[in-house]
């Protein structure tokens, strides 16, 4: 059975850094990220094929946010740079019983709760 939960959300200024961090039990072949702000629907973040690495990015945040993985600790991370306050949402982890990047959340399996994130201007 998988299971995902979210953390490592807050309040930031605008141009600041959050991690956030998500803990996976559970066999899962691929991890998104996304995010829903108030009134609008989820968007697509960041993915990562986990066996390969391979990894995609919303053209939104790309060249601010990483997302990456602890093997270790079944743990997969969102590090989030020059955060600007459209970046504010509730952000979600994503898994998928299978591999491949997708950016669709119809294409992913298992969903944890939520963090929320909010940049101030």
């Known amino acids: 059975q998988v299971q995902l939960v979210e953390s490592g959300g807050g309040s930031v200024q605008a141009g600041g850094s959050l991690r956030l961090s998500c803990e996976s039990t559970?066999?899962?072949?691929?991890m998104g990220w996304f995010r829903q702000a108030p009134g609008e629907e989820r968007e697509f973040v960041a993915a990562?094929?986990?066996?390969?690495?391979?990894?995609t990015y919303a053209d939104s945040v790309k060249g601010r946010f990483t997302i990456s993985r602890d093997t270790y600790r079944k743990l997969v991370f969102l590090q989030m740079t020059s955060l600007k306050p459209e970046d504010t949402a509730v952000y979600y982890c994503?898994?998928?019983?299978?591999?491949?990047?997708?950016?669709?959340?119809?294409?992913?399996?298992?969903w944890g709760q939520g963090t929320q994130v909010i940049v101030s201007s």
């Open positions: 994503a898994a998928r019983a299978g591999a491949g990047l997708f950016a669709s959340p119809r294409n992913y399996d298992y």
């Open positions: 559970g066999r899962v072949f691929s």
């Open positions: 990562r094929e986990l066996s390969r690495g391979s990894t």
